[in-house]
């Protein structure tokens, strides 16, 4: 009886234990999360080929954490074909998850996983979109390596899943894994992404548009395979003749003198070509030529660097078309406010008044690391996914010579299509933004894209499901006015309320101007200098297309 008793006590103790400590929703989250450790997935998780997938670790932040509490959970998608390399992967869900989630694309080759704790171009002091409640995550696209790296090209496998299959994989994997943790798919899945991920989120529209119900593309390398082939084009006007390179101080000398012949086009002397059109008919290039043509120094350009800045500011012909018509590829803003230091040298100079003599890196290696950024990207393209042959001399490549092997690769790579027929169809809205001032994409691609909506849907109906603005003075995310706007609540609102977005603002963030505002403005208009008021205040300036 004695026993019965003490069981009874016990009992009772142990019940009381539960009552005053009861599991918590918290609790309940921890564990799914953690619980996820070591697990496997099959292959039916994902629609597309694989052999499955890997959880590799999960942990739970506290509230102490930048984004506050939520689950990173880390694994790897498992190729079919052994020799390709795995795509590695992260997501990261907040315990207080708003049912929406955020994927965020790479940029450059890729090559390194996309963590989602941060996301670009939202600001300084912006809440990001983990702390703000969005599940987020990112990959490193199926291989690992530095940006410039395209050595993974040579994998059938790996250089599809860079072209766009790893995008639709990791989705399917995080799906998955937010049923899981948070107990059911998001309601919104978004998408953001610049330069590659730029392109990375034009792959999700034409590809997975049902998957989708909004994207953010900033500075889309959309149709890679033709920026690449330009980027060759541009080491061999560097190299192709004698005198043709340009050093770091004439670059400075083009730049401060189209600076002076258009930075007031606007209305406004603030370090920021707003006018390009204007800008286009004020500078003339001949004021800078030496006398008799040949190179006299620093403060002229001689005729042979002339030729480099006029072919360089050209439209880029490639002699064949790529997937969806693309025969050629835009022209570089180098005389309309651009800086040219990312195509003539990115970076110093192992010798600033010369350019590396070719046979030094050629034909049997790759161009430095250091050379004209452009002609490395491109340099990388041809060797490792387009000819799969390192020992390559690219000075000497002709595309004309290798037009099926370049439209195979621009079929896997490339998202230049204009059906966005079933993306609009389904409610999906896109934000597009390019920088006037961009030297690692140039901005008339971007336009290029968009006039061909224009021309399939028409001005006011595209603008139903697709906005696009032009940043005066922001480049690669570099330039005079580096750009920041809200895009996540843009989106968010535009696609949850049915509110397009009206009235932005772009927010510099560069040293020593940040905090300027400016009105941002849908292409074609640009942000005139109203006359009066404060030419750091977006109030003082009106959106234009004259």
């Not at 390596?145 to 050595?151: F, I, L, T, V, Y």
């Not at 399917?172 to 330069?195: C, H, K, T, W």
């Not at 406010?337 to 890196?361: E, T």
Request: with cysteine.
């Amino acid at each position: 009886m004695l026993n019965i008793r003490l069981l009874g006590v016990v009992a009772v103790a142990a019940g009381a234990l539960l009552v005053s400590h009861p599991s918590t929703a918290a609790d309940d989250f921890a564990r799914r999360c953690v619980a996820l450790g070591g697990i496997s997935l099959p292959p039916a998780a994902i629609g597309q080929l694989t052999t499955g997938a890997t959880i590799t670790s999960t942990a739970m932040t506290d509230a102490s954490d930048p984004n506050g509490e939520f689950c990173k959970i880390v694994g790897a998608i498992h190729p079919v074909d052994k020799n390709a390399p795995e795509i590695n992967f992260q997501l990261n869900i907040p315990s207080n998850w708003n049912g929406k989630a955020l994927q965020l694309g790479g940029g450059g080759y890729d090559g390194a996983v996309v963590s989602g704790l941060a996301a670009n171009f939202l600001g300084r002091d912006a809440v990001q979109p983990l702390k703000r409640g969005y599940a987020t995550f990112g990959s490193d696209s199926g291989h690992k390596g530095a940006a410039a790296d395209a050595s993974f090209g040579a994998n059938d496998e790996a250089l599809a899943n860079f072209g766009g299959n790893q995008l639709n994989k990791v989705h399917d994997i995080a799906v998955q894994l937010l049923r899981r943790v948070g107990g059911a798919a998001p309601r919104r899945m978004y998408f953001e992404g610049n330069s590659q991920g730029g392109h990375e989120g034009f792959n999700v529209v034409q590809r997975w548009p049902r998957d989708y119900d909004g994207v953010v593309s900033i500075h889309p390398v959309y149709n890679i395979t033709a920026l690449q082939l330009d980027g060759v084009h541009i080491g061999q006007t560097l190299y192709g003749s004698p005198g043709a390179w340009i050093s770091p101080a004439k670059t400075k000398l083009i730049y401060d003198s189209v600076m002076k012949a258009c930075d007031s086009l606007d209305g406004a002397a603030d370090g920021v070509i707003a006018n390009v059109k204007g800008c286009r008919s004020a500078f003339k290039l001949d004021a800078l030529r030496c006398a008799a043509g040949k190179d006299a120094g620093d403060a002229c350009l001689s005729d042979a660097q002339i030729r480099t800045v006029r072919t360089i500011g050209s439209r880029y012909e490639i002699g064949f078309e790529l997937e969806n018509g693309i025969s050629s590829f835009a022209a570089w803003p180098v005389i309309e406010g651009g800086s040219a230091l990312q195509i003539f040298n990115f970076g110093a100079k192992p010798n600033a008044s010369n350019p590396p003599a070719p046979p030094a890196f050629g034909p049997a290696a790759s161009a430095p690391a250091n050379d004209a950024f452009a002609y490395v990207m491109g340099d990388a393209m041809v060797r490792h996914m387009a000819l799969r042959d390192p020992n390559v001399d690219t000075l000497k490549f002709d595309p004309t010579q290798h037009q099926q092997r370049l439209k195979m690769v621009s079929k896997i790579l490339d998202a230049s299509s204009v059906a966005l027929e079933p993306f609009r169809d389904r409610g999906g809205k896109l934000l597009l933004l390019h920088g006037t001032a961009d030297m690692a994409v140039p901005p008339q691609n971007t336009i290029d894209y968009y006039e061909r909506l224009v021309a399939r849907f028409g001005a006011e109906k595209l603008k139903d499901f697709v906005r696009f603005y032009v940043v005066p003075g922001f480049g690669h995310g570099d330039g005079p006015f580096q750009a920041s706007w809200d895009w996540l609540t843009a989106l968010d609102t535009w696609v949850e309320k049915g509110q397009p977005p009206a009235n932005l603002l772009t927010v510099d963030t560069a040293m020593p101007t940040a905090g300027r505002s400016r009105p941002l403005c849908e292409y074609p208009a640009w942000p005139k200098y109203k006359g009066t008021g404060d030419v750091n205040a977006a109030s003082s300036f009106a959106c234009t297309a004259e």
